[in-house]
């Protein structure tokens, strides 16, 4: 969902990326908030304003989503779809290191590698531009302290973002109040397609951020950052194909020395999701044989452990 939203932006042209983005924030919670009064579920809300530090998480959480989304409205609307792609291709590695840093989570050889790929690749774009890819950079540091701070508020997904948007709620409807007042607002004086197009911004918004919030407590931060990549994909062909952005060679050298990185950690991630497998399976078998004592279970127990020694170890 989140590859295509770059078809869905230019829609709302000829509000402007700040007005989008209010509407966006506006609209947002009245979708959860349906959701949520149809699935009856309001016990959090009270256990979260019984917790000052879990508020102000959430309140962090709100304001670096804001800057993500208004950052990401105006690169597509501006014509830097292809830059904006390049942001989530290096989000998974800015997550990554996040991890390490912050969370303490202890990288393997091929992952530290992919890391310094990914930094590679920064300077080699910064070259290739005349200057550091702002967009891509703030788009992947800020989506990545959002990921982190959801973790440590975890809520579920449905929960996080309406309690996200109602923080965003009032200043988004102030300014909306205001724009119209200077007569400014592309809503009411566009038609009722304009509005219902930026009315069904918080649609578009709430499904994709929904499934994020709720994976967000589920796995660990290096898994997420790397499931992350699927989203730039889509955007980059719709920078390439359909928008039809410039890609001199010195970009292109930038992007492969990415994609690179993620074929390194795909790598990685499939080798070790292998081993740990094959080390479960070695445990259950032990756990049997120390149950029942039989002959069978200790073969098999034997089997397994020959096993696990072969398998490459991360």
């Known amino acids: 969902m989140w590859g295509l939203v770059p078809l869905f932006w230019p829609l709302l042209k000829p509000a402007g990326a700040v007005e989008i983005l209010a509407h966006r924030m506006v609209w947002s919670l009245g979708i959860v908030g349906v959701a949520l009064l149809v699935m009856r579920r309001w016990a959090w809300a009270g256990e979260l304003l019984r917790s000052p530090r879990r508020l102000g998480l959430v309140t962090i959480a709100a304001a670096v989503i804001t800057v993500n989304w208004g950052v990401y409205i105006w690169a597509v609307n501006s014509g830097h779809v292809v830059e904006a792609s390049l942001g989530y291709f290096i989000n998974p590695l800015v997550t990554i ?6 969370l303490k989570e202890r990288l393997r050889t091929a992952q530290w590698a992919a890391v310094g790929i990914g930094a590679l690749a920064v300077v080699v774009l910064t070259v290739g531009y005349g200057r550091p890819p702002w967009v891509s950079l703030c788009l992947a540091f800020s989506f990545a302290t959002y990921g982190l701070v959801k973790k440590k508020v975890n809520l579920g997904g449905i929960e996080s973002l309406a309690a996200e948007t109602a923080v965003q709620f009032l200043p988004a409807l102030a300014y909306l109040l205001w724009l119209g007042a200077h007569g400014g607002s592309t809503f009411a004086s ?3 397609g304009h509005a219902a197009l930026l009315a069904a911004a918080g649609l578009v918004t709430a499904l994709p951020l929904v499934c994020f919030g709720a994976a967000a407590i589920r796995v660990p931060l290096s898994t997420l950052g790397l499931l992350q990549y699927l989203t730039p994909v889509f955007q980059f062909l719709l920078g390439i194909l359909y928008f039809h952005e410039e890609m ?14 993620l074929v390194l950690l795909t790598w990685d991630a499939l080798r070790t999701a292998r081993r740990s497998a094959v080390a479960l399976r070695a445990r259950t078998a032990r756990e049997r044989a ?12 034997a089997v397994a452990e020959r096993e696990a020694e072969r398998s490459p170890r991360p």
């Not at 290191?97 to 912050?102: I, K, R, Y």
């Not at 120390?290 to 279970?297: D, I, N, P, R």
Request: net charge neutral; no cysteine.
């Open 248 to 261: 001199p060679p010195e970009r292109w050298a930038g992007f492969v020395l990415v994609w690179a990185a």
């Open 97 to 102: 290191a996040m991890g390490v840093l912050l």
């Open 290 to 301: 120390a149950v029942s004592g039989g002959a069978t279970t200790t073969a098999a127990t």
């Open 190 to 192: 566009h038609g009722f």
